[in-house]
């Protein structure tokens, strides 16, 4: 079973920065994603990497978020600039993708793997 851990979460006020990281207990994805879900709201995708190093974003974060990963592909980072209240949520890192799925999609429904998440809260 896989085991991804989420770190960097925390409280910031609005237009701050945070850093994300996700580490995997070793295993090498090729196709990795962060998710975020609010109070009251559906799970949404952030962003996604692939294995070459493109990357898809949400609407709501381009711009803003940079999603990346270490060379030996078991950490996935997630910069967060310009933080917005909106932004508040929490923040799940995500592997394993099923086959024959996207990468690019941000589809919650075509992962295996998800981390426990971590808190990130932005005051205006």
């Known amino acids: 079973q896989e085991q991804l851990v989420e770190s960097g979460g925390g409280s910031v006020q609005a237009g701050g920065s945070l850093r994300l990281s996700c580490t995997t207990s070793?295993?090498?994805?090729?196709?990795m994603a962060w998710f975020r879900q609010a109070p009251g709201k559906e799970r949404e995708g952030v962003a996604a990497i692939a294995g070459d190093g493109r990357a898809s974003y949400a609407d709501s974060v381009k711009g803003r978020f940079t999603v990346s990963k270490d060379t030996a592909e078991t950490t996935l980072y997630l910069q967060m600039n310009s933080l917005k209240p909106e932004d508040t949520a929490i923040y799940y890192c995500?592997?394993?993708?099923?086959?024959?799925?996207?990468?690019?999609?941000?589809?919650?429904?075509?992962?295996?793997?998800w981390g426990q998440g971590t808190q990130v809260t932005v005051t205006s």
């Open positions: 070793g295993d090498t994805y090729m196709n």
């Open positions: 995500v592997a394993g993708m099923k086959y024959g799925r996207s990468w690019s999609a941000l589809n919650p429904n075509d992962y295996v793997y």
